[in-house]
Structures are given as structure tokens and as C-alpha cells.
């Protein structure tokens, strides 16, 4: 493998990149891919995003409409199910989702089917880079010998094999795919310098380099573990100030005045999203292995695990209190997305809230602009068209789960018989003899 020919081949923009998974990570990355001059392949199993693609209609909230449909017109962007394609790719990116099986163990299926499907067809010289999250080891233990079988070549010599925790933040209007700093670690230093040289044409954030996959994966969990363990924390002192009769928003917002040593997390009805609540797993699952107990961790996913149940007990109080049995209570739930203004609910704690409330015996309805209709194992639901008064007086409990900006919380207030507000989004409402917040 010619390291001055691929570099080469980055400058001049001669590199065909391809994305395997076309979902919140892999079409961001392939569309910055595609703007930085690279003529990039995405490949999926799905063929309505497919379809979607070729036809230049964006489905992902962290990418412009404009952009996508440009870059099909140019031809610089295609996306396909055959993945004999990949043929034509020199750099192939890894974005599937990485989620638990109903054990809560890691479910690695996807990362090594995508392995399957593309070591057949590898050219010499293409570089490979997983990006989904998982445990420490998975690239060189898992995907390194399905693609070293499947092709017939060596990790080394045949083709570079690297891993790159994605960063995809959905909703965040600071970091995108394209200014968010990137890690990366290989199997080789010849693969690292390739592999961060082709990130480094393509993303504004900078590459850090590290000393292999196994570090650039440890890594990955270590940030979302830090978020799940804070919050956990956070979320255990709300129920102690809840027993207390203290304001635990009031307590975190005087600790943050402080400008060192602490960083603000905040209590919620749980955790959500396609990382935060499941890469812990990843972590004490891996441990185990090595007859370690990630305890401190296990005792975050524990108090995590436990808020929606603990919502749906503070609901049933203020029923109580208002002589209104929790069977039979109409619910009104504000937001069924995992955080504000997107229309993400993958793993959203509202969800389980539900489940919650309706093992009670309430009847619950739900309100979300950003989602308009959800499944969640059995259940469908679909949002009511609009939050009028009527609506909002209608229900015996209002309870805020997600807190959308485009929601008049005000206009809430005035109509609430009662409001359980799990994210303090009315904050800023001044009357409050009706609102709680958790």
C-alpha cells in the first residue's frame, strides 16, 4: 500500500468515500464528505432512504435540505443497497447502530452483518473506520478477522482498519458533524496517518490521534459514561430534595456560580437517545471479562433506570392530593422526543413514563410538534394536532417530558388543572400555584 499515492489521491479529491448506514451519523458524514469534494457512496438495507437520497429528500434533522439535494444533482452523492459497490470505495465508514438486545447485552449484529456484506468487495488499498460505539476491542477482536476472511487480504498490507467514535449531538446548533472535533485510532501507524488525513480534508474540528482502536473506543464511553454517571448523580440528589422539601433546580443553579471544579448536569425523567443510556452496558459488559465491576457506573444505570417509575409515583401524589385517583386520570404529556426540538425518540424516557402511567390505569394522551406519531413495542400513539385550551383543561395532570422550545408553556399554565414539570421548562412562567417541578 502506497501511503504518497493515497495522499495523493486526498488532495486531488480522487478519493471515493463510501458510508454504510445512512441514519443520524452516516448521512451527516457522508454529506460532508460529498461537500468536501469526495464523490461518496451511501450504502443501506433500508430501500426507502435510499430512495429518499437519490431523490435529494432530507430526512435528518442536522442536515440542509439544500445541500443534500445539490450535491445528488452534482453527483456527488448517491446512495445504494448494493453493496457490491463498494468496490469503487477507498475509504468506508461504519455508521450502524449499536443498540442492546432485551437482555441489556450489546447486540454487535449490525456492525459485523455491514462487515460481512462489504469484506467481499474491498479493493486493495481501502481503508475501513468503525464509528459506531461499542466496547473496547470490538475493531481488532470483532470486525478486523470478518474482514480479514471476507477479503481474502490483511489488515495492514491488503487494507487499513481504523476506528472513529462518531459525535453526532442531534439538535445541537453549535457543533455539527462538520466542526466537532474528531479521534481516531488504527491498527498501524501507517492506517492512522491515512485515515485522520482523510478527516482532516473532509471535518473543521481537528483530528486527535490516538494509539490505537481500543483507546479511541474506551474513549468513546468514557464521555458518555461521565454524562450517565452526573446525571445519575443529579438525579438521586432530586429525590433526596424532593423528601427534603428543597429545590433541587434552585441548589444546582447557585452551584454553578462556582467557575471551577463543577459542571452543571440536571435531573429528568430519565435518560434517552442512542448513546448516554446504552454505552454503559457496553462498558460493565466488557468488564466483566476481565473480572472487573464497574460499580460506581452500575449504580448510575440503576438510579438512571429508575426515574420513570419514580415520575409516574410524584404524578400519582399530585393526583392524590387533588382526591384524583391515578386509574382512570387523564394524562397530558408535553413531548415524547429523548431531548428538545428534535424529532429523535430512540430509547426517550417519556416513552417509558407512559408505560408507567397506563400500568396505573391512567388514560394518556400526548403533544409533541417534533413528533407526530411514535411506536414503542406494542403501542402506537399519534400526538393530538394542536395544544389548545380545551385540550390542556381536559386532562387531570399535565406532565412535561421533554422540553420543546416552541411550546407556549405560559398558555399551559393558565389552563392546567396541574403540571408536573420533570425539565423546569417553565422556568420562566410566573404564576405557579398549579406547577411542580421534579
Given at each position: 500500500m502506497d501511503n504518497n499515492e493515497i495522499?495523493?489521491?486526498?488532495?486531488?479529491?480522487?478519493?471515493?468515500?463510501?458510508?454504510?448506514?445512512?441514519?443520524?451519523?452516516?448521512?451527516?458524514?457522508?454529506?460532508?464528505?460529498?461537500?468536501?469534494?469526495?464523490?461518496?457512496?451511501g450504502f443501506d438495507v433500508q430501500a426507502d432512504k435510499v430512495a429518499m437520497v437519490n431523490r435529494g429528500e432530507n430526512y435528518i434533522g442536522d442536515v440542509v435540505q439544500e445541500d443534500l439535494a445539490a450535491l445528488v444533482e452534482a453527483g456527488m452523492l448517491e446512495a445504494t443497497c448494493d453493496f457490491s459497490r463498494v468496490v469503487e470505495c477507498d475509504f468506508v465508514a461504519i455508521c450502524v447502530p449499536t443498540p442492546l438486545d432485551s437482555h441489556q447485552m450489546p447486540d454487535t449484529s449490525y456492525m459485523e452483518a455491514s462487515a460481512r456484506e462489504i469484506a467481499p468487495y474491498l479493493k486493495e488499498?481501502?481503508?475501513?473506520?468503525?464509528?459506531?460505539?461499542?466496547?473496547?476491542?470490538?475493531?481488532?477482536?470483532?470486525?478486523?478477522?470478518?474482514?480479514?476472511?471476507?477479503?481474502?487480504?490483511?489488515?495492514?498490507?491488503?487494507?487499513?482498519?481504523?476506528?472513529?467514535?462518531?459525535?453526532?449531538?442531534?439538535?445541537?446548533?453549535?457543533?455539527?458533524?462538520?466542526?466537532?472535533?474528531?479521534?481516531v485510532g488504527a491498527v498501524g501507524e501507517d492506517a492512522l496517518e491515512c485515515i485522520a488525513a482523510v478527516y482532516e480534508a473532509v471535518l473543521e474540528g481537528g483530528v486527535t490521534r490516538v494509539s490505537s482502536p481500543a483507546v479511541a473506543e474506551m474513549e468513546k464511553i468514557l464521555e458518555n459514561t461521565y454524562r450517565n454517571v452526573n446525571i445519575g448523580l443529579v438525579n438521586e440528589l432530586c429525590m433526596l430534595c424532593d423528601r427534603m422539601g428543597i429545590d433541587v433546580w434552585e441548589v444546582i443553579d447557585a452551584a454553578k456560580t462556582k467557575p471551577y471544579g463543577f459542571t452543571a448536569f440536571y435531573p429528568g425523567p430519565g435518560l434517552g437517545g442512542h448513546c448516554i443510556p446504552l454505552d454503559p452496558y457496553y462498558l460493565s459488559w466488557k468488564a466483566r471479562e476481565y473480572g472487573f465491576h464497574t460499580s460506581m457506573i452500575e449504580a448510575s444505570m440503576t438510579v438512571n433506570d429508575s426515574m420513570p417509575e419514580w415520575v409516574a409515583s410524584r404524578a400519582a401524589r399530585i393526583l392524590n392530593r387533588a382526591g384524583k385517583a391515578m386509574w382512570g386520570a387523564k394524562v397530558l404529556v408535553l413531548g415524547v422526543a429523548y431531548k428538545q426540538d428534535i424529532d429523535d425518540y430512540r430509547e426517550s424516557p417519556a416513552l417509558r413514563v407512559i408505560e408507567r402511567l397506563e400500568e396505573r390505569g391512567a388514560e394518556v394522551f400526548y403533544y409533541d410538534p417534533w413528533v407526530p406519531r411514535y411506536r414503542y413495542k406494542e403501542d402506537a400513539k399519534e400526538s393530538i394536532p394542536d395544544l389548545s385550551a380545551e385540550a390542556i383543561a381536559s386532562a387531570d395532570l399535565v406532565l412535561v417530558a421533554c422540553a420543546h422550545t416552541d411550546v407556549d408553556y405560559a398558555f399551559v399554565q393558565e389552563y392546567a388543572k396541574a403540571v408536573l414539570d420533570t425539565k423546569n421548562a417553565m422556568k420562566a412562567v410566573s404564576s405557579r400555584e398549579n406547577v411542580e417541578v421534579l
Open positions: 495522499g495523493q489521491r486526498i488532495v486531488s479529491r480522487a478519493l471515493v468515500c463510501g458510508t454504510v448506514g445512512l441514519g443520524y451519523v452516516g448521512l451527516p458524514l457522508a454529506v460532508e464528505k460529498a461537500k468536501a469534494g469526495f464523490k461518496t457512496v488499498g481501502a481503508m475501513v473506520v468503525l464509528e459506531s460505539t461499542t466496547y473496547p476491542g470490538t475493531t481488532e477482536e470483532l470486525i478486523l478477522p470478518i474482514l480479514e476472511k471476507g477479503s481474502g487480504m490483511r489488515c495492514g498490507e491488503g487494507f487499513y482498519l481504523g476506528f472513529s467514535p462518531e459525535r453526532v449531538d442531534p439538535g445541537n446548533l453549535l457543533y455539527k458533524t462538520k466542526n466537532t472535533p474528531k479521534v
